[in-house]
């Protein structure tokens, strides 16, 4: 048991909702601690992103106890607490499987681990020590059965129980371990990150969906760039993502995707918001480019080639990563703007400005300046082009082509400013 005069963190940076539900499941007659997470970063000196419950109710008891709740959930039902905007989740104990009753697969992963049980079995089933800590709003201790403290103070990160079987049982943890201590600023264990070299092909069991809901954790984490790093030093971005295979070994693919990922940590630091759909075109962009110029040296129309090359891409990356389907037109439309951007004549600027992923399509364009993929006037030019008066629009517009005599058609009116979309 951890005293406040020890740990220091007050019952005041609790959030409100999670002090009303532990609140009110004790005066209940129950237990309930903010778990997770949570205690983590504020011993760190952090602000959580929210706040979790941890208690003995079953899911049905709190939902007795708070009228504004909701059981979720198929495998393991947890509650949903709303206090105002506040969504807090509820969990009740879970307790280790043993291994004579544990559900595996053949590599020994998990595939139910659903059973309610005591406090200190839900600190067991948890993965690293540092996740495993109880705060106590009413008494502001901290409980700590596996020196979680201690590791947070020395900023280690290290695994409950042995490696070797907590990687088979949720090969996730390999990800989560280089997400956690690219965030944090921790370092992994020794005995933590051995085994992760020759276990790494463990991932290919990992259902797509879980995959993908790490791998948008890294990448939306504000520390994206130190997570790819990572994964590079620990060898886990081969055969992970093909898109990592080829954008860390491309020294211009690598110069594009990490100012990409710059820009999204940068947007993440200043509470901006930013589109999945945006990052993941940008990851993939010069997989999609290299197909396209392959086809369009095969002989294939540059239009149709484009086309053919995104949804080549597209299907590969699916096969090891589930981008959802909804996330697809956006990049589509992102891509076949850049091509677009080539065309400064005539009416064609004037049809782009209109579009209503311009925005997002002209951010895009100027990565691809900055990583030197384009020359820098095209995106100067696109810069002072949508805000410039309709006198000076027409002074900047390129002939139609060498020695064309046609007359020009006059300008559009200037359309109206764009939607700004949220973007990486």
Same mark, same amino acid.
């Given at each position: 048991?951890?005293?406040?005069?020890?740990?220091?963190?007050?019952?005041?940076q609790?959030s409100?909702?999670?002090?009303?539900?532990?609140?009110?499941?004790?005066?209940?007659?129950?237990?309930?601690y903010?778990v997770?997470g949570?205690?983590?970063?504020?011993l760190?000196?952090?602000?959580?992103?929210?706040?979790?419950?941890?208690t003995?109710?079953?899911?049905?008891?709190?939902r007795?106890?708070?009228?504004?709740s909701?059981?979720?959930g198929?495998?393991?039902q947890?509650v949903h607490?709303m206090?105002g905007?506040?969504?807090?989740e509820?969990?009740?104990?879970r307790?280790?499987i043993?291994?004579?009753?544990a559900?595996?697969?053949?590599h020994?992963?998990l595939?139910r681990?659903?059973?309610?049980?005591?406090?200190?079995q839900?600190?067991?089933?948890?993965?690293?020590?540092?996740?495993?800590?109880?705060?106590d709003?009413?008494?502001?201790?901290?409980l700590?059965?596996?020196?979680?403290?201690?590791?947070?103070?020395?900023?280690?990160?290290r695994m409950?129980?042995?490696?070797?079987?907590?990687?088979?049982e949720?090969?996730v943890?390999?990800?989560?371990?280089?997400r956690?201590?690219?965030?944090?600023?921790?370092?992994?264990?020794a005995?933590?990150?051995?085994?992760?070299?020759?276990?790494?092909?463990?991932?290919?069991?990992v259902?797509?969906?879980?995959?993908?809901?790490?791998?948008?954790?890294?990448?939306?984490?504000?520390?994206?760039?130190?997570?790819?790093?990572?994964?590079?030093?620990?060898?886990?971005?081969?055969?992970l993502?093909p898109?990592?295979d080829?954008?860390?070994?491309?020294?211009?693919?690598?110069?594009?995707?990490?100012?990409?990922?710059?820009?999204?940590?940068?947007?993440?630091?200043?509470?901006?918001?930013v589109s999945?759909?945006?990052?993941f075109?940008? &990851?993939? *962009?010069? #997989?999609?480019?290299? @197909?396209w110029?392959? %086809?369009?040296?095969q002989?294939e129309? $540059?239009?149709? !080639?484009?086309?053919?090359a995104?949804?080549?891409?597209?299907?590969r990356?699916?096969e090891?990563?589930?981008?959802?389907?909804?996330?697809?037109?956006?990049?589509?439309?992102?891509?076949l703007?850049q091509?677009?951007?080539?065309?400064?004549?005539?009416?064609?600027?004037?049809r782009?400005l209109?579009?209503?992923?311009f925005?997002?399509?002209?951010?895009?364009?100027?990565?691809?300046?900055a990583?030197g993929?384009?020359n820098?006037e095209?995106? &100067?030019? *696109?810069? #002072?082009?949508?805000? @410039?008066?309709?006198? %000076?629009?027409?002074?900047m517009?390129? $002939?139609?082509g !060498?020695?064309?005599k046609?007359r020009?058609?006059?300008?559009?009116k200037?359309?109206?400013?764009v939607?700004?979309?949220p973007?990486?």
């Amino acid at each position: 048991m951890i005293p406040f005069e020890l740990h220091g963190v007050p019952r005041e940076q609790i959030s409100y909702g999670a002090q009303k539900v532990t609140d009110g499941l004790q005066a209940a007659g129950y237990q309930a601690y903010v778990v997770g997470g949570a205690v983590r970063d504020l011993l760190l000196k952090r602000i959580p992103k929210d706040f979790d419950v941890a208690t003995d109710a079953t899911p049905e008891e709190v939902r007795r106890v708070f009228r504004r709740s909701r059981i979720i959930g198929r495998r393991f039902q947890i509650v949903h607490v709303m206090f105002g905007e506040e969504v807090v989740e509820v969990s009740t104990f879970r307790s280790m499987i043993e291994a004579e009753d544990a559900q595996t697969d053949e590599h020994g992963r998990l595939l139910r681990d659903n059973q309610f049980g005591d406090r200190e079995q839900d600190a067991a089933r948890r993965d690293f020590t540092a996740n495993a800590l109880f705060y106590d709003p009413s008494t502001q201790e901290i409980l700590d059965y596996h020196n979680g403290y201690a590791d947070t103070r020395k900023r280690l990160l290290r695994m409950i129980g042995d490696p070797l079987v907590r990687y088979r049982e949720d090969p996730v943890r390999m990800l989560r371990a280089v997400r956690l201590s690219a965030k944090l600023g921790m370092q992994i264990d020794a005995a933590t990150a051995a085994p992760i070299a020759g276990m790494k092909n463990l991932l290919d069991n990992v259902p797509q969906s879980r995959l993908l809901d790490e791998v948008l954790k890294m990448l939306l984490s504000g520390h994206s760039v130190e997570c790819i790093q990572q994964l590079r030093k620990m060898n886990l971005h081969h055969g992970l993502l093909p898109l990592l295979d080829v954008i860390l070994e491309q020294p211009m693919g690598e110069k594009f995707v990490m100012l990409a990922l710059r820009n999204t940590d940068e947007r993440l630091s200043q509470d901006k918001t930013v589109s999945p759909a945006f990052l993941f075109a940008a &990851l993939l *962009w010069h #997989e999609v480019l290299a @197909a396209w110029n392959l %086809r369009v040296q095969q002989g294939e129309r $540059p239009v149709g !080639a484009m086309h053919e090359a995104m949804d080549e891409v597209l299907a590969r990356q699916k096969e090891q990563l589930a981008i959802p389907h909804r996330h697809d037109a956006v990049m589509k439309e992102i891509w076949l703007l850049q091509q677009r951007f080539e065309q400064r004549a005539g009416q064609r600027p004037f049809r782009l400005l209109e579009q209503p992923r311009f925005r997002a399509g002209f951010d895009f364009l100027l990565l691809r300046c900055a990583s030197g993929e384009v020359n820098d006037e095209l995106g &100067l030019w *696109w810069d #002072e082009f949508q805000d @410039a008066s309709i006198e %000076r629009q027409a002074e900047m517009l390129q $002939p139609e082509g !060498a020695g064309d005599k046609k007359r020009r058609r006059k300008p559009r009116k200037k359309p109206q400013a764009v939607a700004n979309e949220p973007v990486a």
